[in-house]
């Protein structure tokens, strides 16, 4: 397994500088953010873009590469995340296209992995918004094999604000639509598994690992601190609203040694990439860089060649 991180926490920061800061700190893979400069649809990420991927040519792509491997980094995947089962038929049609756009970006740079969400329309149930995913998704599925590129499906339910509640803006959040999801769409779609949602949903993070090893194309490192206080006054139904916080790998409840050494033991030999939304260290690129770095010992620390 490799440390990488998402550029996402950076976006003001050049690719390339990215890259030559990651690799001094001994990180060998980057998450690379591709959404449209206009975009509005991720509030967290919205606009984020260290790859332009509007028309990237062959050369191009092959040019952004290059640069990376003179740093010593690689791309283990390029990441949009929007919400591709949109309410609204024009914004769902925006990202739907996006995606593919990333998508085959992913190909022509050789890129094995797109990470993003199925999405959801927040007033309809799971099974609802499952159905609708099997008439959106055949699509951009086969865009993706055609492109010889793997989709990831990273599993937040995104029910953390008022206007996605009660069902969130992606679907694919449990282990039941995951087993319909892979044997819809193939070998194509997998995870990339964030062990901070499993744990607020209270879903068994090893029983995953050892029944879904073969399709964990992707991960984030992410920790989740629970708030016992605000989780007693608003309940596990308000979906996590007033009591998670996402934290680094060691300041929340997550057993990382647990988490790493099941992936070896079903055989995952990708990346283990550090999604950094800990609130604590944000503020300045300083911070950032702080924030990756604890995360970076901590994990590197259950590695077998550990820094």
Known sequence: MKLGLLTAPLPDVPLLEIAEWAAAEKFEMLEVCCW??????????????????????????????GQLKERKIEMSALGYYPNNLHPDPEQRKLVNEHTKKVIRAAGVMGVPVVSTFIGADASKSQDEN??????????IV????????????ENCPMIFSKDEWPSGHNVAY????????FDKFGPTVGLNLDPSHLL?????IERVIREFGSRIYHTHVKDMEIDREGLY????????????????PGY???????????????????????EHEDRRFEGTNEKVKQGFLIARNQIAALLPMSL
């Open 142 to 153: 086969k865009v993706a094999t055609d492109s010889n590129v793997k989709i990831a499906i």
């Open 233 to 248: 006054n608003n309940g596990i139904m308000s979906g996590g609203i007033g009591w998670q916080r996402p934290r680094l």
């Open 174 to 181: 449990s282990p039941r639509i995951w087993r319909e999801m």
């Open 200 to 204: 607020w949903q209270m879903i068994d």
């Open 252 to 274: 929340g409840e997550i057993n990382w040694a647990n988490f790493v050494a099941t992936l070896s033991q079903v055989g995952y030999e990708g990346v283990l990439c550090i």
């Open 130 to 139: 499952w159905a609708e995913a099997q008439k959106v998704w055949p699509d």
């Open 36 to 65: 449209p400069k206009s975009s509005g649809a991720n509030r967290r990420y919205a606009g984020i873009t260290h790859i332009e991927v509007e028309d990237l040519s062959k050369d191009r792509g092959q040019e952004i590469v």
